[in-house]
């Protein structure tokens, strides 16, 4: 095999962990609360001037900028919940796609107000490990494994535990938690903290791949939703599967033509897909 | 136990229930029965807390229950087998049987007392790690009160455990009921199954559109004339 496309597989496997993270986090809330955040990668966002302003503006190591990062996401995503869904979680879909749409222009804005329209870098070089005649960044290779880590606490936090277990239990049968003790308005609330988590610990994988701008969430924003819905909407094995596809299509399809090309690919096949299986790969009929 | 009193509920400007007053003492099995659309359910699912009260008093063991939170009310010690069973689909049998241990209080004890419903349904216990949604009625019926007993309540509320089951698994259940009344649960039951039910409990209501009409020891509805030709079919 070509050694330059070995590479581009090698690079989308890596990619799609981050979208896988991203995926899984708005696929929790989905799933969960039943409201799609549009604004998700504007937290994102968020956590990378977080993360810049911590460590390149005030010296703050990395370690601690990182989890601080990732606590203050997980703070925002409380505060979207209590501000913004949950006095309009009874109303129309279109309310609720507007109110977090609008979120997502007041936090573009509100971070160009605080730090204008410049690419910003936190100026971290991080080496290229050579294997063989394979050349692969460090900060994807960390950015991938730290995705899958973080993916599998989640898991076996769902898993094991009684508000882990309520959470998925949630999505099947609403009405009745209260018979088991449950104040859903708590658990939609642990989901908010979760699902910012998730954005926050991808806000500190990307800032060591990409430049933060007030419009980098458009970059992550659109394919994680693509991706969602590509996997089915609320299923977290679905966006998994599916952050693998279409980011093996934007890695090895750029290889072929042009990233920008390739971004059109996952767009076709996004739309193709709506269009033959609507409730997406793992989603279930409604 | 538990004092109803005067009690009306509905939906939107529908009124199901109106001046429903009853009673059941500790260590007793009370049966309600009446015909569809009568309000059983909706009785059922105010006492719970599933929804709420327009008027009347709901006493728990002395505690009004318009002054718990929904989500507390299974702490007092009232659980709720639901209409249609309502078990997690997508969740195991065992996990089924946790989210029934949720609250605070029963968490501790969660693994003597699935020990326990496993030892009451040693079916569940084979099927601890199927999904719940996979499994026959019956088995989903047992999943469901073992479900309920996992908070250890003081109180069981049963609605219709028997519907839409096959005959022999009807009686199944209903010998179920029987052990649950034995390891000395205090039961109100909601059943069609007028007949049956009259055999295990001590006493009944009868409630009519929305509010209770005959009520007695099984021994008397079973000999009333009116119940027995509406009901028993004699
Ligand atoms: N969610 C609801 N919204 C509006 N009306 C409802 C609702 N649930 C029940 N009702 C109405 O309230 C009345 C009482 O219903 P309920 O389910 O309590 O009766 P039931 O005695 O349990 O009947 P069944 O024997 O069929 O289970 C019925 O007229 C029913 O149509
Ligand atoms: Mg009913």
Wanted: charged fraction near 15%; hydrophobic fraction near 55%; include cysteine.
């Amino acid at each position: 095999m070509d050694i330059f496309l070995l590479e581009a597989v090698v690079n989308g496997i890596l990619l799609g962990g981050v979208l896988a993270l991203l995926a899984l986090g708005l696929n929790l809330i989905f799933g969960v609360i039943d409201v799609v955040w549009i604004a998700y990668a504007e937290l994102v966002m968020c956590g990378m001037y977080a993360i810049y302003w911590l460590y390149a503006v005030h010296g703050v190591p990395l370690f601690l900028a990182a989890p601080m990062a990732i606590v203050f996401v997980a703070i925002l995503g409380m505060l979207v919940h209590k501000l913004i869904i949950s006095p309009i979680l009874g109303s129309a879909p279109i309310n609720q796609l507007l109110a977090t749409g609008g979120l997502l222009f007041f936090l573009q804005s509100f971070a160009t107000l605080l730090f204008g329209a410049d690419f910003r870098n936190i100026g971290l070089r991080l080496p290229i490990i050579e294997i063989g005649d394979l050349f692969i960044s460090f900060a994807r290779l960390m950015a991938f494994s730290v995705a899958l880590l973080g993916m599998v606490v989640l898991w076996l936090f769902l898993k094991r535990t009684y508000v882990g277990t309520a959470i998925r239990a949630i999505a099947q049968d609403r009405e009745i938690m209260v018979l088991m003790g449950v104040d859903p308005k708590r658990v939609y609330l642990i989901t908010s903290a979760l699902g910012g988590g998730l954005a926050g610990l991808a806000s500190a994988l990307l800032v060591l791949q990409y430049d933060v701008h007030p419009f980098i969430g458009l970059s992550f924003g659109p394919i994680t939703f693509m991706i969602c819905v590509l996997g089915g909407l609320g299923s977290m094995i679905g966006g998994f599967v599916a952050a693998f596809i279409m980011s093996q299509i934007i890695s090895v399809g750029g290889f072929y033509t042009s990233i920008e090309l390739s971004y059109v690919l996952a767009f076709l096949l996004f739309i193709v897909m709506i269009f033959v299986r609507p409730q997406g790969l793992f989603g279930v009929k409604s | 136990m538990l004092e109803v009193s005067g009690l009306e509920a509905g939906y939107g400007s529908f009124r199901a229930l109106h001046d429903v007053s009853l009673t059941v003492a500790a260590g007793e099995a009370v049966a309600v029965v009446g015909p569809n659309g009568a309000g059983k359910t909706t009785l059922m699912r105010t006492v719970s807390g599933l929804l709420g009260r327009r008027a009347g008093r709901i006493v728990f063991e002395g505690t009004d229950l318009a002054t718990v939170p929904p989500h507390r009310i299974v702490e007092l010690g009232i659980a709720h087998v639901p209409e249609n069973r309502r078990l997690f689909p997508r969740l195991t049998v065992e996990e089924n049987l946790k989210m029934g241990a949720f609250s605070p209080a029963a968490r501790p004890h969660f693994a003597e007392r699935l020990e326990w419903v496993y030892s009451l349904f040693p079916r569940m216990r084979e099927r601890r790690a199927q999904v719940a949604g996979t499994m026959s009625g019956g088995e989903q019926q047992m999943c469901a009160i073992g479900r309920a007993l996992m908070s250890k309540p003081k109180l069981l509320l049963m609605d219709e455990p028997s519907a839409g089951l096959a005959p022999v698994i009807v009686d199944q259940v209903f010998d179920l009921v029987r052990r649950i009344r034995q390891e000395g649960f205090t039961v109100l039951i909601v059943e069609q199954n007028v007949r049956q039910v009259l055999e295990l409990v001590d006493r009944a209501y009868v409630l009519e559109v929305g509010t209770i009409g005959k009520s007695g020891t099984a021994a008397e509805l079973k000999s009333d004339p009116a119940i027995r030709e509406a009901y028993l079919g004699i």
